[in-house]
Nanobody
């Protein structure tokens, strides 16, 4: 059974950095898209960044371009989200998401709080 486990959330001041990790277990496919969503209080889920296994191409929502970087270490089945120059509006619960075919998998979420 495929499972996703996030870690690395926390509290940071504006302008600071955090790195989120998503460890994948039970993966049996080489073709998938994996990435991060977030949900701020009172707001809809928002796709933040994703990476495709087939060619390694990465995509970002406009709000984080130039500040966030998604990367993967296939040997460790781990995906990272490096978040720099954090802003208060980045405050949210961040969820790891993997899509294989028509099936979506979610992690339990990790809180990121950006506040002075």
């Amino acid at each position: 059974q495929l499972q996703l486990a996030e870690s690395g959330g926390g509290s940071v001041q504006p302008g600071g950095s955090l790195r989120l990790s998503c460890a994948v277990s039970g993966l049996s496919s080489n073709h998938y898209t994996i990435g991060w969503f977030r949900q701020a209080p009172g707001k809809e889920y928002e796709g933040v960044a994703c990476i495709r296994s087939i060619d390694g191409s990465a995509y970002y929502t406009d709000a984080v371009k130039g500040r966030f970087t998604i990367s993967s270490v296939n040997a460790k089945n781990t995906v990272y989200l490096q978040m720099n120059s954090l802003k208060p509006e980045d405050t949210a619960v961040y969820y790891c998401n993997m899509v294989i075919g028509f099936q979506a998998y979610w992690g339990q979420g990790t809180q990121v709080t950006v506040s002075s």
